[in-house]
């Protein structure tokens, strides 16, 4: 079964930043689609990135683009996509999700349209 495991949250000061992983495993197509949403408290979940395996396109959140970079990285037992973060603001704090689905990214900012998740990574900025 998939299998999505966050790593690398905690607490940042701000204007530091910060860097997060998600191993993800168990998947039985060659290509997948992966994204980063967070999750402030009280509100909605945003998109942050999200990436096709495939042909390797991502597509960063509009207000974030300017401070993130994902990567993946991929052998034939797993897929890691990391997610780095500059110049973080105490508005960034929240829970961080890694998502995926099989396939080809099709609504790829769209928490929606994803069936597997991680159980989520904090990250507090002060």
């Known amino acids: 079964h998939v299998q999505l495991v966050e790593s690398g949250g905690g607490s940042v000061q701000s204007g530091g930043s910060l860097r997060l992983s998600c191993a993800g495993s168990g998947h039985q197509y060659q290509r997948v689609c992966m994204a980063w949403f967070r999750q402030g408290s009280g509100e909605g979940r945003e998109a942050v990135a999200a990436l096709d395996t495939g042909d390797v396109t991502i597509t960063y959140a509009d207000n974030l683009k300017e401070r993130v970079i994902v990567s993946i990285s991929k052998d034939q037992a797993r897929a890691t996509l990391d997610l780095q973060m500059i110049d973080l603001e105490p508005s960034d704090t929240g829970t961080y999700y890694c998502?995926?689905?099989?396939?080809?990214?099709?609504?790829?900012?769209?928490?929606?349209?994803?069936?597997?998740w991680g159980q989520g990574t904090q990250v507090t900025v002060s």
């Open positions: 998502a995926t689905r099989p396939g080809r990214c099709v609504e790829r900012m769209n928490h929606l349209w994803y069936n597997y």
